[in-house]
C-alpha cells in the first residue's frame, strides 16, 4: 500500500475511482448511441432524452413500491424495458421509414424527436425535482485508503460496468443477430439480398441501443436529483465519447468513456475553475490525430 | 430575344426587391415599437442564418456549430464597448472580426476532417470556448452575462436599432449575394456537389472551404454584434450548442438551398416562438413537432417548395405552349 | 422574381399573426409574469406562481382592486436571459401590462431591470437572489420580493458567528449564485468572528453529479465546517452525496436553503441530519394562526403544502393591489410610492418593502435538519429567527453600492 502512496495520493486514487464509476454510467449509455450509430447510421440526438425518461420510469416504479429496496430492483429493470417499449414505438412508428435519409436530416429529426420528449416528460412528470432513494443494501460507505469515504453505491456501479460491457461483447459477437448487425452496417444491401429481414434487424439493434440508454438513466437516478434538463447535459458527453472512441465500436466507447471520466475527474484536482475544459480538450486532441476515433469504427 | 428576356425577368427580380425594401424602411412609421424591435431580432437572425446557409447550403460543410461565432461576435462587441474605451463604433467592428479570427482557427484545425467528423470536432471546439467563456467570471461575466452595455445614443431607441440593423442587415446579404453568384461562389458549390472532382480540375478545396468558413464567421459575428445593438446584453447561452441547432432548424425550414429561405426560416421561428409563448409553455413540444413535418413534407425548406410548386407551373406551361 | 414576392408576403403573414394573439380585458389591471417554467427550476417557480394566484383570486374575488380585477398572464423563458428579456419587452411594448414580476434566473433579472428603468415600469422580483439587484444595480422601478446573497450570508453568519467552529472550508457551484452566497457567508463571519480561518476552497461546475471527489478531498483537509454554496438541483444533489460518504457525520456543514421544503420534501426520510441552513419560510414554523391559515388554504387549493416561492408570490399580489387601493390609481408612479414603506400582515408576521432599497423585510430561520415522527420527511428543528433589520444591508451600505 505504501508503495502506491508514493506514487500517487490516495486522494487522486479516490479521485480516479470515483471517475471510473462515472465512467460507468457514459459508456452504458454511449455504448447504445454508438450502436445506433454505427450501424443504423442514425445520430440519435434522442438517446439523452431517453436517458431521462430512463430516470424518470425508474422514480416512478420506485415510488408506486414506496421507495423499498424491492422498488429499486424492479426499477432497474423496469425502466430500461419502458424505455424500450417507447423507443420501439418510435422506431415502427418513426424512424423505420427513414434508415437511407442523409445524416443532416436525421440528426435534426432526431432533435426534434428530444424537444417532443422533453416537453412530454414535463407533461407526464411535472417540473418538480425526483428523487429515487439508495437501496439499503448499497446505502453507506466503504473506507477507503484509511479514512476516504466511498459510496457502497458507486461500487455497485463499478461493477456494473464491466458486466455491462460484458453483455454486450456476447451479444455482438456471438449472437445471430449480433454478427447479423454487423454485416448489415458493413453492407445493408448484401444482407438483404441474403434473405434476412434488415428491417426488423435493425428495429432491434435499436431498441437495444435504446434499452441501455434507460438503463444508464435508471442506475443514475439514486445519485443525483432527477430533473428536466438532464438530457441535455448528457447528449453533448455521449456524442463526444462515441466519436472519439469510434463510431459503432463498443470498446472505442469504453474507452472514450474513461478518458473522458477521467479526465473530467482528475481535471478537477488539477484545475478547479476549469476543470471542465479537460474531457473537451481530451476529445479536440484526439480528433486532431485519428479523425475517425480511437478503434475501428463501421462507417 | 433569349437576351431581352434576360434582362426583363432580371428587372422584374430587383423590383420586388425593393418594393420590400421599402416597406421595410417604412415599418417604422407604422408599426407600434413592439413589433420594430421584433423585426429587428428576425432580421439578424435571419443574417445569422443566412451566414450558416453559405458553408452548409452552397457549401455542404457540416457547420454544426455556428452559433459559437455569433456569441463571440457579440461577446468581442460587448466587450470592447464595456471594458476599453474604444470608440463604440470601432467595437462593432472588432467583434465581427474576432469571429473571422476565430472562425479561421477553428477552421484550420478542422478543415481536415470531413462530414460527421467536422461537425464533431467543431462542437467539442465550440463547447470549449463556450466552457471557458461559461467559467471566466472575472472577464466575462460568467453565466451572469453582461448588461446595460453602453451604445451611441443614436441607436438606443427601437427605430434607431432597427434602422441600424435594417442597414447593416441588407448590406451583409447584398454581400452573401455577391459572393455566392461570384466565381467563388459556384466554384464552393461545385466543391459541394463532387469534391473529388473539383481537386481533379485543379481547385484548392480546403482553401476555398476555409475561405467560406472565414466569410460565414464574419457574417455571424455581425449578427452578434447587432445582437448588442438591439438588446444591450449578452449570455453565454448564445454560444451554446442549443442554439447552433435553432439557427440550423432556421435554414431547414426556410429552406437549405435558397438564398433568402435562412431568412424567411428565422423569421418564422422568431415569431412562432414569441407567438406560440403566449398560449402554451409548451414552446419545445410544438418546434419539435413543426421541425418533424418539415423534414418529412418540406425537406428543402418552405422557399424550397415554393419553388418546386413554380417550375411544376412553368413546366406545365411549356407542355400546353 | 416571384420567389422574393412570395417571401416577403410570407415575412408580413408572419407579422399578421400577432394582430390575432390575445390580449387582455379593458378594464383590468393587467400584470405580466416572465419565469422559467422550463428544467430543474420550475420546482420553485410553480410556487411563486400558485401563491400569487392564490391572491389574486381572492382579491377579485373581494371585487378586485378599484373596481378593476387583476389579470395576468405568463411567459416561459425557459432559463434563458435572452428569451426572457424579449419575452418582458412583448410584455411591456405589446400587451402593454401596467406591471412585471419574476423570474428565478438572476441574468434575466438584471436583464430586464435594465429595461424596465428605462420604460418606467416597476418590476416585482420574486426568486432571483443576486445582491446586484437592488443594491448595485437598484433603482426605483425594481422590487426586491426575496432575500438576496449579501443579506443571507449575512444572517448565517449571525448565527454561525456563535458557534464554536474556527477553521472553515468553502465548497459550491461554481457560477455566480454560489459564488455570491458563499462570499456572503464569509465575509459577514469574519467581520463578526475575525478568528475563523479559511483552510481552502472547492468549487464544482454548476449541474455536478458526482461529489464523492470532492468531498473527499475537504475531509482529508480537515476542517471544522463546511460552507457549501449550492443552488437549486445542487441542494439535493451535495445533500444525498452528503449522506452516501457519511459526510454529514463526520463534519456538520451549512447551506443557504438546506432546511426548505422544496430541499427535504423529494428526499423523504432519506435526507441527512444534522445539516445547518437558513430559510425565509417554513410552513411549520412558526405555528401561528395566521400561518396555518395561510398553509391550509394553499393546501386545499392545490393538494400541497407551500413552499419557499409561494410565500414570495402571495405577498407580491399583496403588495401590488394594496399599492393600487392606496395610491386611489392604476398609476405606476402612483403605485411605487404607494409600496414605499407600505407594510402588510403575512403568514410570518408583518413585512414592509423598505424605501431606501425596496427590500422585503422577510425573516430569516436558521434551523438543522432532523427526523421527526409524524412527518414523510425531515424538518427544521433548533431553529433561530433573526429579524430582518439584523441581517438586511442598512440604507447607507445600499446607498454605497449604488454609487
Known amino acids: 500500500m505504501d508503495f502506491i502512496y508514493s506514487v500517487i495520493s490516495p486522494g487522486v486514487l479516490s479521485q480516479i475511482l470515483v471517475g471510473l464509476s462515472r465512467t460507468v454510467i457514459l459508456f452504458i449509455v454511449s455504448s447504445g448511441l454508438s450502436l445506433i450509430l454505427g450501424v443504423l447510421r442514425i445520430p440519435n440526438v434522442a438517446h439523452g432524452s431517453l436517458y431521462m425518461i430512463g430516470a424518470y420510469m425508474a422514480f416512478s416504479i420506485s415510488h408506486v413500491f414506496g421507495g423499498s429496496d424491492m422498488g429499486f430492483w424492479l426499477a432497474l429493470v423496469g425502466a430500461p424495458l419502458g424505455v424500450a417499449l417507447v423507443s420501439l414505438i418510435a422506431e415502427r412508428g418513426l424512424f423505420q421509414y427513414l434508415y437511407e435519409r442523409e445524416h443532416l436530416m436525421l440528426l435534426l429529426l432526431t432533435f426534434a424527436v428530444s424537444l417532443v420528449f422533453g416537453d412530454l416528460v414535463k407533461i407526464v412528470w411535472g417540473a418538480e425535482y425526483k428523487s429515487v432513494p439508495v437501496p439499503q443494501v448499497f446505502q453507506g460507505f466503504v473506507l477507503l485508503f484509511g479514512n476516504l469515504p466511498f459510496p457502497r453505491y458507486n461500487t455497485f456501479l463499478l461493477v456494473m460496468g464491466p458486466l455491462v460491457a460484458v453483455a454486450l461483447w456476447l451479444i455482438v459477437n456471438k449472437t445471430k443477430i449480433g454478427k447479423i448487425s454487423r454485416a448489415a452496417a458493413v453492407d445493408r444491401e448484401m444482407v438483404d439480398a441474403v434473405g434476412i429481414n434488415v428491417s426488423w434487424v435493425f428495429g432491434m439493434v435499436f431498441v437495444i441501443g435504446c434499452l441501455l440508454a434507460g438503463l444508464g438513466g435508471a442506475l443514475v437516478a439514486p445519485t443525483v436529483s432527477v430533473t428536466l434538463g438532464m438530457d441535455h447535459t448528457l447528449i453533448i458527453e455521449a456524442f463526444l465519447i462515441v466519436i472519439m472512441g469510434g463510431l459503432g465500436n463498443i470498446w472505442g466507447a469504453l474507452l472514450g468513456a474513461l478518458i473522458f471520466g477521467l479526465t473530467q475527474s482528475l481535471g478537477i484536482l488539477i484545475w478547479p475553475q476549469f476543470g471542465i475544459i479537460f474531457p473537451y480538450t481530451a476529445v479536440v486532441v484526439v480528433l486532431i490525430f485519428r479523425p475517425t476515433g480511437l478503434l475501428k469504427s463501421t462507417w | 430575344m433569349v437576351g431581352n428576356n434576360m434582362s426583363k425577368t432580371g428587372h422584374k427580380k430587383y423590383i420586388s426587391l425593393y418594393i420590400g425594401i421599402i416597406i421595410l424602411l417604412l415599418f417604422p412609421l407604422v408599426l407600434p415599437r413592439f413589433y420594430i424591435y421584433l423585426l429587428s431580432i428576425m432580421l439578424l437572425y435571419g443574417l445569422a442564418a443566412t451566414s450558416l446557409n453559405i458553408v452548409l447550403g452552397y457549401g455542404g460543410i457540416f457547420q454544426f456549430h455556428h452559433a459559437v461565432f455569433y456569441g463571440i461576435g457579440a461577446y468581442g462587441t460587448a466587450l470592447v464597448l464595456t471594458k476599453t474605451g474604444f470608440s463604440p463604433w470601432l467595437g462593432f467592428i472588432i467583434g465581427p472580426l474576432v469571429s473571422a479570427a476565430l472562425s479561421l482557427i477553428m477552421g484550420i484545425i478542422c478543415i481536415r476532417l470531413s462530414k460527421l467528423y467536422f461537425g464533431m470536432l467543431q462542437i467539442s471546439l465550440g463547447s470549449l470556448i463556450w466552457a471557458i467563456v461559461y467559467r471566466w467570471y472575472s472577464f466575462t461575466g460568467g453565466d451572469d452575462g453582461i448588461h446595460g452595455i453602453p451604445i451611441p445614443e443614436l441607436l438606443q431607441s427601437p427605430n434607431g436599432a432597427y434602422y441600424f440593423t435594417l442597414i447593416i442587415t441588407i448590406i451583409s446579404l447584398w454581400l452573401m449575394y455577391r459572393i455566392i453568384k461570384s466565381p467563388f461562389g459556384s466554384i464552393l458549390q461545385g466543391i459541394r456537389d463532387n469534391p473529388v472532382r473539383s481537386e481533379m480540375i485543379g481547385v484548392n478545396v480546403k482553401k476555398h472551404q476555409l475561405l467560406a468558413l472565414v466569410i460565414a464567421g464574419f457574417f455571424a459575428g455581425v449578427a452578434g454584434m447587432l445582437f448588442v445593438v438591439v438588446d444591450n446584453t449578452v449570455f453565454p447561452d448564445m454560444m451554446f450548442w442549443t442554439l447552433s441547432l435553432e439557427i440550423l432548424i432556421m435554414c431547414l425550414l426556410g429552406g437549405l438551398f435558397s438564398f433568402f429561405g435562412p431568412l424567411l426560416g428565422a423569421s418564422v421561428i422568431v415569431a412562432l416562438r414569441t407567438f406560440v409563448s403566449t398560449f402554451t409553455v409548451y414552446w419545445a413540444l410544438v418546434l419539435g413537432i413543426i421541425m418533424m413535418l418539415v423534414i418529412f413534407f418540406l425537406p428543402n425548406g418552405i422557399l424550397g417548395y415554393v419553388d418546386e410548386i413554380i417550375r411544376r407551373k412553368s413546366r406545365t406551361e411549356i407542355v400546353k405552349g | 422574381m416571384k420567389r422574393v414576392l412570395l417571401f416577403s408576403m410570407c415575412f408580413i403573414c408572419v407579422l399578421g399573426l400577432f394582430l390575432v394573439s390575445p390580449t387582455f380585458g379593458a378594464n383590468t389591471i393587467k400584470i405580466g409574469i416572465v419565469d422559467t417554467y422550463t428544467g430543474p427550476a420550475t420546482t420553485f417557480t410553480m410556487d411563486v406562481l400558485d401563491g400569487f394566484k392564490m391572491a389574486v383570486e381572492k382579491i377579485n374575488a373581494k371585487g378586485g382592486v378599484l373596481g378593476k380585477k387583476i389579470e395576468y398572464t405568463t411567459r416561459d423563458e425557459k432559463f434563458k436571459p435572452d428569451i426572457g428579456l424579449a419575452m418582458a419587452k412583448e410584455l411591456i411594448l405589446k400587451e ?216 414570495y408570490g402571495y405577498m407580491t399580489a399583496q403588495f401590488i393591489a394594496e399599492g393600487f387601493k392606496k395610491a386611489g390609481k392604476v398609476d405606476r408612479e402612483a403605485l411605487i410610492k404607494a409600496v414605499e414603506g407600505m407594510s402588510l400582515d403575512s403568514p410570518v408576521g408583518k413585512l414592509e418593502i423598505r424605501t431606501c432599497d425596496h427590500q422585503l423585510t422577510l425573516p430569516m430561520y436558521f434551523g438543522l435538519t432532523k427526523k421527526v415522527g409524524g412527518y414523510n420527511y425531515l424538518i427544521a428543528t433548533d431553529i433561530t429567527t433573526i429579524p430582518a433589520k439584523d441581517y438586511l444591508p442598512t440604507c447607507e451600505e445600499v446607498k454605497k453600492a449604488r454609487k
Open chain 3, 96 to 311: 402593454k401590462v401596467d406591471l412585471l414580476v419574476g423570474t428565478i434566473n438572476s441574468a434575466t433579472a438584471l436583464a430586464i431591470s435594465d429595461f424596465i428603468k428605462k420604460e418606467k415600469v416597476p418590476f416585482f422580483v420574486t426568486f432571483s437572489k443576486s445582491s446586484k439587484i437592488n443594491m448595485e444595480k437598484g433603482h426605483r422601478y425594481v422590487f426586491m420580493m426575496n432575500e438576496h446573497t449579501e443579506m443571507a450570508g449575512k444572517a448565517a453568519a449571525l448565527v454561525l458567528a456563535k458557534k464554536p467552529y474556527v477553521k472553515y472550508w468553502i465548497a459550491g457551484d461554481d457560477y455566480e449564485y454560489g459564488h455570491a452566497i458563499a462570499d456572503g457567508v464569509w465575509n459577514n463571519l469574519k467581520k463578526l468572528k475575525p478568528q475563523v480561518q479559511l483552510l481552502g476552497q472547492t468549487w464544482w461546475k454548476l449541474g455536478e453529479a458526482d461529489f464523492t471527489p470532492y468531498i473527499t478531498q475537504i475531509v482529508a483537509a480537515k476542517p471544522d465546517f463546511i460552507i457549501v454554496a449550492t443552488g437549486g438541483s445542487g441542494m439535493v444533489n451535495f445533500q444525498k452525496a452528503a449522506k452516501a460518504t457519511g459526510l454529514s457525520q463526520q463534519i456538520p456543514f451549512y447551506q443557504h436553503t438546506a432546511i426548505e421544503f422544496s430541499t427535504l420534501a423529494p428526499q423523504g426520510l432519506n435526507a441527512p441530519e444534522g445539516v445547518y441552513g437558513t430559510a425565509n419560510y417554513l410552513y411549520y414554523y412558526p405555528d401561528t394562526p395566521a400561518n396555518r391559515a395561510f398553509v391550509d388554504e394553499f393546501r386545499k387549493k392545490y393538494n400541497r403544502y407551500p413552499r419557499i416561492g409561494a410565500l
